[in-house]
């Protein structure tokens, strides 16, 4: 039997995950990825440690399932999305460290195209931001010298990290992207599904710099660097990954990863749908010539709230110490609105800071930590909401994945919030699992989608049980805690 390499190049890791034709990960090898910080508000990253850092997981994950690259029938590609590499076509060499979709240090740059909010969104599905590619690139040019003639000579390629992980595999013969990662770089249309003239004109990117854009089911050719005659058959961006490897295939299947954020995509079908909530339209993926698109949302403190008990609060000891804590004591009216940095979607309110309402007297430790694994699933619900709205459309199956998904009291209350259904994977690499499907779908491992439905598993499905009179109060409370929070200013 031959294996599929799949390979998640994450903003703090690089993994590569062996996948044997049920589906099922049978070896694993990681290794961090240094994120700096040269100035508040930058992150950057070192774009060959990154190169090196996929290599030596390729290496590993072999050797530790005692197989060589003959072994691999094809190579699948997901990675962060947004962050943005530049480098020289003469010597293959970045010019510059990538900038990390979390960096700020482009925000300047973007302030310049307020008053074309509008057109960018029609086009691109987003907002004008520094977290997508297109102000990052503007960056790298201004600071390098003479960075904007080496551009428009040819000399500098420009790619998100796919690009440059393809580029580098296939040893500098292949310079593409795809789709899903061209989508989110805001000089993407994703009508048209082609690099928009107008949009590169605006930030003044020379076109010769991008990559050729691809489905994200295509031969990208041969990753010579391996010596081996494995093909790159399959790349998305990770969230798009993620909502393929839980086998999101039809209009109208979502998923939610609970991480230290948490980030919601419902599949729309063959259109792109526009929200004016603050939601994202994005491409899900591209198989032959059919598109799929999604709508994306996110909330900012996930997991990341249990991270705050325990380090901050040292309520816990762990997170895991979460669950059985907060089923320690009955639902109390406390709700606390975890605003650290102020509210996503829907209220898109920067300068919102948390609070907690509703403590009495006998208020204590249970309480105040089942009333913050709930604020995680009333975030995701006032996102849930929007999107049904925007999508017009009932979601009644959500998939999880992430580190919280762990939490069975999150998760139960979660679907009971959403009166929902809740489907947890058998296997939570849905990252990479979606990259190794899109993969096997292009080279034939995979005859076709049903084969892969057929072959995907779950440990656990979490059934709605609470009665729709008792959401509408709790959630009523929500409403009105979002509202007080957001007047404290
Ligand atoms: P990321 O990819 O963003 O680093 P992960 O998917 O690895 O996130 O999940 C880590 C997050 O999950 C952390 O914020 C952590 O607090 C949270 N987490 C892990 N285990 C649990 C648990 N049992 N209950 C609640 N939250 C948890």
Redesign the pocket.
């Known amino acids: 039997m031959k294996y599929i390499l799949a390979i998640d190049q994450g903003t703090?890791s690089s993994r590569a995950i062996l996948f044997d034709n049920t589906g099922k990960p049978v070896q694993i090898a990681q290794r961090e990825v240094t994120c700096l910080f040269p100035h508040s508000g930058w992150v950057e990253a070192d774009a060959l440690a990154i190169w090196v850092s996929v290599m030596d997981v390729i290496n590993e994950v072999l050797i530790k399932a005692n197989l060589t690259i003959d072994d691999v029938a094809t190579i699948g590609l997901t990675n962060q999305r947004e962050t943005t590499v530049v480098w020289s076509k003469k010597t293959g060499m970045p010019v510059y460290n990538a900038i990390v979709w979390q960096s700020r240090q482009s925000a300047d740059i973007c302030d310049n195209f307020a008053k074309e909010k509008e057109t960018i969104h029609q086009k691109t599905g987003l907002i004008i931001n520094p977290y997508f590619s297109a102000s990052k690139v503007r960056f790298i040019l201004d600071h390098l010298e003479n960075g904007q003639e080496r551009a428009e000579s040819g000399e500098l390629l420009f790619g998100t990290i796919d690009s440059w992980i393809i580029y580098k595999l296939t040893s500098g013969k292949v310079h593409a992207t795809d789709v899903t990662n061209a989508s989110r770089t805001l000089l993407f249309n994703i009508n048209d599904m082609k690099w928009d003239e107008e949009l590169c004109k605006m930030f003044n990117i020379p076109m010769s710099m991008l990559p050729t854009v691809r489905p994200s089911a295509y031969d990208y050719g041969q990753a010579t660097f391996l010596k081996s005659d494995v093909h790159i058959t399959g790349v998305l961006g990770d969230q798009q990954a993620a909502l393929f490897g839980q086998t999101c295939f039809e209009s109208g299947e979502s998923k939610n990863t609970?991480?230290?954020?948490c980030f919601l995509l419902v599949n729309t079908g063959d259109k792109p749908v526009f929200s004016n909530k603050g939601l994202l339209t994005t491409v899900a993926w591209q198989i032959g010539n059919k598109v799929t698109y999604a709508l994306e949302g996110s909330v900012f403190i996930?997991?990341?709230i249990?991270?705050w008990i325990r380090d901050e609060m040292q309520l816990i000891e762990n997170?895991?110490d979460?669950?059985k804590i907060a089923q320690m004591s009955h639902r109390s009216r406390v709700y606390i609105v975890p605003a650290f940095t102020g509210l996503g979607t829907p209220y898109w309110d920067d300068d919102a800071r948390g609070a907690v309402f509703g403590l009495t007297r006998g208020t204590n430790r249970s309480q105040f930590v089942r009333a913050c694994l709930e604020a995680i699933a009333y975030q995701c619900k006032d996102v849930m909401e929007v999107m049904q709205k925007d999508a017009a459309q009932n979601i009644s199956v959500l998939k999880v994945d992430?580190?919280?998904t762990?939490?069975k009291y999150?998760m139960q209350f979660q679907s009971d919030i959403l009166h929902t259904t809740i489907k947890l994977p058998k296997c939570l690499e849905t990252t990479a699992l979606g990259a190794a499907y899109m993969a096997g779908l292009q080279c034939g491992y995979y005859p076709n989608l049903e084969s892969i439905k057929k072959i995907h598993e779950y440990q656990a499905i979490y059934e709605p049980q609470m009665s729709k009179k008792e959401i509408k109060e709790l959630y009523k409370g929500w409403k009105t805690a979002i509202k007080a929070t957001r007047m404290f200013k």
């Open positions: 703090t609970y991480g230290t954020g996930g997991g990341a249990v991270q997170a895991a979460s669950e992430g580190g919280a762990k939490n999150l």
